[in-house]
């Protein structure tokens, strides 16, 4: 079982729209978590990081955290056409300890 | 900013070769990583350093190695270069304290050939 999973999509979203992303992982003792947002052939670029339960809002982002579930997710509010990219949610354990990937979530945002 | 660069943008190979990846960060990170990204595959973590000479394996260390004999530095190395290492190479850096982000560099496009 892969320890961080997401749905590989495409996921396509109307411009104005709310785009929702998930995110399940294995491992009760993350303590970190990430979401990053990579354009094609460029690097991942943070985006937003939580680490307790609830939501933490950042503009447009929303990250929502359950550990009970093992869940996490990204929201985008009002998606724009520069949304569109892939969408990598990241674990780690402690700050020295090493952090895991999904495979990421290709999001459209179609005009 | 975080600054963390690697040496090389693009690097063709020959089969069989020894191949180094050098990746120097300017924040005085404690923790170091390489991953490779493979379309599909998401980014794979091959080894992290969390300390000057300390190094953990992680998911896929086959056929790969690593250096951190400077904090700043932190090396992967192909001991024998193969057509599948043939993948996008990431090196990324976090503080080790509290927040724990890691931060990107570039990337290394390998081709082996």
């Known amino acids: 079982q892969k320890e961080v999973e997401q749905n590989s999509g495409p996921l396509s979203v109307p411009e104005g729209a709310i785009a929702s992303l998930n995110c399940t992982y294995s491992?009760?003792?993350?303590?970190?978590f990430f979401w990053y947002r990579q354009y094609s052939g460029k690097s991942p670029e943070l985006i937003m990081s939580?680490?307790?339960?609830g939501d933490k809002e950042d503009g447009r982002f929303t990250a929502q955290l359950n550990k009970a579930s093992q869940y996490v997710s990204l929201l985008i509010r009002d998606s724009q056409p520069s949304d569109s990219a892939t969408y990598l949610c990241?674990?780690?354990?402690?700050?020295?300890?090493?952090?895991?990937f999904g495979s990421g979530t290709r999001l459209s945002i179609r005009p | 900013d975080v600054k963390v660069t690697q040496s090389s943008r693009y690097l063709v190979k020959r089969t069989g070769e020894k191949v180094f990846l050098e990746c120097v960060q300017d924040?005085?990170?404690?923790?170091m990583f390489w991953y490779r990204q493979d379309p599909g595959l998401g980014l794979r973590l091959i080894y992290f350093?969390?300390?000057?000479?300390?190094?953990e394996k992680g998911d896929i260390p086959e056929g790969y190695s690593v250096s951190r004999e400077k904090k700043e530095r932190f090396s992967l190395i192909l001991e024998s270069a193969s057509t599948n290492q043939t993948s996008m190479y990431l090196c990324?850096?976090?503080?080790?304290?509290?927040?724990?982000?890691?931060?990107f560099g570039q990337g290394t496009r390998l081709t082996v050939v």
């Open positions: 990324a850096s976090s503080l080790g304290t509290g927040n724990t982000e890691a931060f």
């Open positions: 491992d009760r003792g993350s303590q970190s």
């Open positions: 939580i680490y307790s339960n």
């Open positions: 990241a674990v780690s354990y402690s700050s020295a300890s090493k952090i895991i």
């Open positions: 924040m005085d990170h404690e923790n």
């Open positions: 350093s969390y300390d000057v000479k300390m190094k």
